[in-house]
């Protein structure tokens, strides 16, 4: 083990330290007008994600794809922009156009993103971020909040194993997750035929 200056402990010898934004970039999403919205799937618009829809599919909303659409996958890094308890919370598991009120954390470093994902979600780093984005002028999470955050970074066959581990967990998280949305529908779909005896259980 040695001492760090930069994040003032120590960490493991074959470990380095790096300034977060050295390797990742921040991006962040405008608003489309309510006028686009519609709720129901339609060819030429994809999914419009909320902070909301991370824990219910119960308002799902569309918007037309365009060029300048900001887009993010199932496994991309975001983050509550907004919310007196939420800002700084990181979020996976949806793919779509994401909102105003969510940033995406783009790592450029090699096996490095399942790392980075925990790391951000730590108690002491969603502290960090949830603090600072408060204390700023509009209490909005961007990109100066993560200037001089410093991050301990692993040797490349350590980042490696992390990532395939992880991405097993995450996998079957999003396969539950899907499994139940489907049985959700099926039984939104059954439920009121029951009540007014079209169908009945035998």
């Known amino acids: 083990m040695i001492y760090n200056n930069l994040i003032k402990r120590e960490i493991?010898?074959?470990w380095e330290v790096k300034e977060l934004l050295s390797f990742s970039s921040w991006e962040s999403a405008s608003q489309p007008p309510?006028?686009?919205?519609i709720y129901s799937e339609q060819k030429g618009y994809i999914r419009f994600i909320q902070n909301r829809d991370y824990d219910s599919d119960e308002k799902i909303s569309y918007i037309p794809?365009?060029?300048?659409?900001?887009i993010c996958n199932e496994y991309d890094?975001?983050?509550?922009?907004?919310?007196?308890?939420?800002?700084?919370?990181?979020?996976?598991?949806?793919?779509?156009a994401y909102n105003v009120a969510l940033g995406k954390i783009v790592v450029n470093l090699t096996n490095a993103?399942?790392?980075?994902?925990?790391y951000l979600s730590s108690?002491?780093?969603?502290?960090?971020?949830?603090?600072?984005?408060l204390a700023s002028t509009r209490s909005s999470m961007n990109e100066t909040v993560f200037k001089g955050l410093y991050i301990p970074i692993p040797p490349e066959y350590l980042l490696k194993k992390f990532t395939m581990l992880s991405r097993i967990v995450i996998d079957k998280q999003l396969l539950l997750k899907r499994e139940n949305t489907e049985l959700t529908k099926l039984r939104n779909s059954i439920l009121p035929m029951?009540?007014?005896?079209?169908?009945?259980?035998?």
Do not use: W
């Not at 794809?65 to 900001?70: A, F």
């Not at 890094?77 to 779509?96: C, E, H, N, P």
């Not at 993103?113 to 925990?118: G, K, N, P």
């Open 34 to 37: 309510k006028s686009e919205f």
């Open 194 to 202: 029951l009540m007014n005896g079209q169908i009945s259980i035998a």
């Open 77 to 96: 890094i975001m983050i509550d922009k907004y919310g007196d308890k939420t800002a700084g919370t990181v979020r996976y598991g949806l793919k779509g």
């Open 12 to 14: 493991p010898a074959d």
């Open 113 to 118: 993103q399942e790392y980075i994902r925990h």
């Open 123 to 133: 108690k002491s780093i969603f502290d960090f971020l949830h603090n600072a984005c």
């Open 65 to 70: 794809l365009k060029s300048t659409t900001k």
